[in-house]
């Protein structure tokens, strides 16, 4: 397929409905993770695109976009998906040649980007004030209104997915958006982009400008006409997102990954979990934000529980994207040396089992074999650290307290998981796990757009998906009338 297949100009910025090169002509490369060959050219946005986008929107605010009904924003979004749809099978190459995703996780992005489209068409009209009781003489009620302009800065690696949350959202709610994607991977954000306009979306309701983060995405963060920014990525980045936003006293929405484990009591159906236990930690080659990368186990069912999952990590096979099998490259080369770094760093510790990479991997790509490691200390770095690759860590336990002080040990908090058949101790843990969501003999629960999500601790805060989103992509009027 060609990248243009979907009608974008990846080497442009869209602005106000129109593709336009960036102000000052500068273009990066995006590279194909799979062989590390060079895919094409991107604009290298900067702060006077940024500022274009951000009047753009302004303008869509003022205009059509920002007089439009929730029911006419309802009936755009969901026409979008349809069109999402439509195009499923562009839209997970072109993810699979940026990202390094295989196939048909490339395809489960799509679908899933398409039921953000309908989840967030249906709530658009859905979203209402309350009235409230007060002194005799007054009726008081509220208004949920939108915040204005919102700064969308997102990662490269479920760019459809963090559209779908969050622009979703955002629209549905009457803010016009400006969306900065990851160097790394931004067709897809483009394509959504045109997507949006064919399905009718008001020019400049939204807006994409592509470029590196210390200048697209700094410039997004400063802009004095923004008034909302949602953030999905690294922590540091997001603690400097926080501060900049401060500045202008902008909300931030931050989600900023996890260590986040799942915990497999003496009781647990270890057959059921099996699968849960390992893709968790190498969907998407690990570089998922709520990836399961530690696997607490009782120390009755440590020696089973490793080796079955031994036994599924000699099985993985890793390569190219477009080849579909279990595993894909990473983004790039410079992440696999973060993670390669990360390996090297558990050199005192026992590697219970690795994937391999096919043989016919071309030797430029980002391949790292999934890595399974036995018998870890809480406190080892690679029990605690983010290390966004396919590598995992087995620790066991004695008891539910340990268990319990083990998986909240860190400084992250973004999902959680337990298997036990005790219903009992299910209430307990869901209470005590220190995790935005959790997950009672499952993990993830298919990832549906309706559930809310988003951490604590150093995995941010604020919630995205679900009708919880938008309430954040709001804010909230009381208006009390004196009528005596
Ligand atoms: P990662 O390390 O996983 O690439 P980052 O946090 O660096 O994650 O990147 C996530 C998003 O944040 C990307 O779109 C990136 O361009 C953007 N970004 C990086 N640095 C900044 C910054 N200083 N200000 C705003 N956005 C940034």
Same mark, same amino acid.
């Given at each position: 397929?060609?990248?243009?297949?979907?009608?974008?100009?990846?080497?442009?910025?869209?602005?106000?409905?129109?593709?336009?090169?960036?102000?000052?002509?500068?273009?990066?490369?995006?590279?194909?993770?799979?062989d590390?060959?060079?895919?094409?050219?991107?604009?290298?946005?900067?702060?006077?695109d940024?500022?274009?986008?951000?009047?753009?929107?302004?303008?869509?605010?003022?205009?059509?976009?920002?007089?439009g009904?929730?029911?006419?924003?309802?009936?755009?979004?969901?026409?979008?998906?349809?069109?999402?749809?439509?195009?499923?099978?562009?839209?997970? &190459?072109?993810?699979?040649?940026? /990202? *390094?995703?295989? +196939?048909?996780?490339?395809? %489960?992005? =799509?679908?899933?980007? #398409?039921?953000?489209?309908?989840?967030?068409?249906?709530?658009?009209?859905k979203?209402?004030?309350?009235?409230?009781?007060?002194?005799?003489?007054?009726?008081?009620?509220?208004?949920?209104?939108?915040?204005?302009?919102?700064?969308?800065?997102?990662?490269?690696?479920?760019?459809? &997915?963090?559209?779908?949350?969050? /622009? *979703?959202?955002a +629209?549905?709610t009457?803010? %016009?958006? =400006?969306?900065?994607? #990851?160097?790394?991977?931004?067709?897809?954000?483009?394509?959504?982009?045109?997507?949006?306009?064919?399905?009718?979306?008001?020019?400049?309701?939204?807006?994409?400008v592509?470029?590196?983060?210390?200048?697209?995405?700094?410039?997004?963060?400063?802009?004095?006409?923004?008034?909302?920014?949602?953030?999905?990525?690294? /922590? *540091?980045?997001?603690?400097?997102?926080?501060?900049?936003?401060?500045?202008?006293?902008v909300?931030?929405?931050?989600?900023?990954?996890?260590?986040?484990?799942?915990?497999?009591?003496?009781?647990?159906?270890?057959?059921?979990?099996?699968?849960?236990?390992?893709?968790?930690?190498?969907?998407?080659?690990?570089?998922?934000?709520?990836?399961?990368?530690?696997?607490?186990?009782?120390?009755?069912?440590?020696?089973?529980?490793?080796?079955?999952?031994?036994?599924?990590?000699?099985?993985?096979?890793?390569?190219?994207?477009?080849?579909?099998?279990?595993?894909?490259?990473?983004?790039?080369?410079?992440?696999?040396?973060?993670?390669?770094?990360?390996?090297?760093?558990?050199?005192?510790?026992?590697?219970?089992?690795?994937?391999?990479?096919?043989?016919?991997?071309?030797?430029?790509?980002?391949?790292?074999?999934?890595?399974?490691?036995?018998?870890?200390?809480?406190?080892?770095?690679?029990?605690?650290?983010?290390?966004?690759?396919?590598?995992?860590?087995?620790?066991?336990?004695?008891?539910?307290?340990?268990?319990?002080?083990?998986?909240?040990?860190?400084?992250?908090?973004?999902?959680?998981?337990?298997?036990?058949?005790?219903?009992?101790?299910?209430?307990?843990?869901?209470?005590?796990?220190?995790?935005?969501?959790?997950?009672?003999?499952?993990?993830?629960?298919?990832?549906?757009?309706?559930?809310?999500?988003?951490?604590?601790?150093?995995s941010?805060?604020?919630?995205?998906?679900?009708?919880e989103?938008?309430?954040?992509?709001?804010?909230?009027?009381?208006?009390?009338?004196?009528?005596?």
């Amino acid at each position: 397929m060609t990248l243009t297949a979907l009608g974008i100009a990846p080497d442009q910025c869209l602005i106000a409905g129109h593709w336009v090169a960036p102000a000052n002509g500068a273009r990066l490369v995006l590279s194909n993770p799979s062989d590390g060959t060079a895919l094409c050219d991107i604009a290298r946005g900067d702060a006077d695109d940024i500022d274009r986008a951000v009047l753009a929107a302004q303008g869509a605010l003022a205009g059509d976009w920002g007089r439009g009904t929730a029911v006419e924003r309802g009936r755009v979004l969901a026409r979008i998906g349809q069109l999402v749809l439509e195009n499923v099978d562009a839209l997970a &190459q072109l993810e699979a040649l940026d /990202v *390094g995703k295989p +196939l048909t996780q490339a395809r %489960a992005d =799509v679908i899933a980007l #398409a039921r953000y489209m309908e989840f967030y068409a249906g709530s658009a009209d859905k979203l209402h004030g309350e009235t409230i009781p007060y002194l005799d003489g007054y009726t008081v009620y509220t208004l949920r209104e939108a915040h204005g302009v919102t700064g969308h800065i997102i990662p490269w690696n479920y760019p459809m &997915q963090i559209i779908g949350r969050s /622009v *979703g959202a955002a +629209l549905a709610t009457g803010n %016009a958006c =400006v969306l900065k994607p #990851a160097e790394e991977a931004c067709l897809t954000a483009l394509a959504f982009g045109e997507l949006a306009m064919r399905a009718g979306l008001p020019a400049g309701a939204l807006n994409v400008v592509p470029g590196l983060g210390a200048e697209a995405g700094a410039a997004l963060t400063a802009h004095p006409g923004v008034q909302h920014i949602s953030f999905t990525g690294s /922590v *540091g980045v997001g603690k400097l997102i926080q501060r900049v936003a401060a500045e202008h006293v902008v909300p931030v929405t931050l989600e900023l990954g996890g260590k986040s484990p799942q915990v497999v009591f003496e009781d647990a159906d270890v057959d059921a979990a099996l699968p849960f236990l390992v893709n968790a930690g190498i969907q998407n080659a690990g570089q998922t934000c709520s990836a399961s990368s530690r696997i607490l186990v009782h120390e009755s069912r440590y020696e089973e529980v490793l080796s079955k999952m031994a036994d599924r990590y000699r099985g993985l096979q890793t390569g190219p994207a477009l080849a579909d099998l279990n595993v894909g490259p990473l983004v790039s080369n410079r992440q696999k040396e973060i993670v390669d770094g990360f390996i090297a760093q558990g050199s005192d510790l026992e590697i219970a089992a690795r994937g391999s990479i096919v043989a016919d991997a071309p030797a430029g790509g980002a391949y790292v074999a999934p890595t399974l490691f036995a018998g870890v200390a809480p406190e080892h770095t690679l029990a605690q650290d983010e290390i966004f690759g396919p590598v995992q860590v087995v620790i066991p336990f004695k008891d539910e307290d340990h268990a319990v002080a083990i998986a909240n040990g860190t400084k992250f908090g973004l999902v959680a998981s337990c298997w036990t058949k005790d219903g009992a101790r299910q209430m307990r843990m869901a209470k005590k796990l220190r995790a935005g969501q959790v997950f009672i003999n499952n993990y993830g629960a298919g990832g549906g757009v309706e559930l809310p999500f988003g951490g604590t601790g150093l995995s941010g805060h604020g919630r995205e998906k679900g009708f919880e989103a938008l309430y954040g992509f709001t804010t909230l009027k009381t208006v009390a009338a004196f009528h005596g």
